[in-house]
Nanobody, 123 residues
Framework: QVQLVESGGGLVQAGGSLRLSCAAS????????MGWFRQAPGKEREFVAA????????YYTNSVRGRFTISRDNAKNTVYLQMNSLKPEDTAVYCC????????????????WGQGTQVTVSS
């Protein structure tokens, strides 16, 4: 029902910034809470951030709190992840996901997933 396409990944040095975008299809984008997850080689998929349907509630994993900011523009059907003060341990494939019920930290609660975008942070 929902198609998600991420963009904005790339290679950046430690301390730098990137902004990821997730564009959603359809006219019901505002009916979904959105989340960002990441997965590094050899590691389990990890929750990064989530945002409520209208954008007033935001949630972060401890390792990114204060450095990353999730936001959304429902008029543009787009969710963003602003990543500042990047560290090598942030290197991963980042995926956005849609949840028709609520923001959540568990991947299984999300119904739709994007293809992912690679973020590489060098030291």
């Amino acid at each position: 029902q929902v198609q998600l396409v991420e963009s904005g990944g790339g290679l950046v040095q430690a301390g730098g910034s990137l902004r990821l975008s997730c564009a959603a299809s359809g006219r019901t984008f505002s009916s979904y809470a959105m989340g960002w997850f990441r997965q590094a080689p050899g590691k389990e998929r990890e929750f990064v951030a989530a945002i409520s349907m209208r954008g007033f509630g935001t949630y972060y994993t401890n390792s990114v709190r204060g450095r990353f900011t999730i936001s959304r523009d429902n008029a543009k059907n787009t969710v963003y992840l602003q990543m500042n003060s990047l560290k090598p341990e942030d290197t991963a494939v980042y995926c956005c996901a849609a949840n028709p019920h609520r923001p959540a930290v568990v991947p299984a609660e999300y119904n739709y997933w994007g293809q992912g975008t690679q973020v590489t942070v060098s030291s």
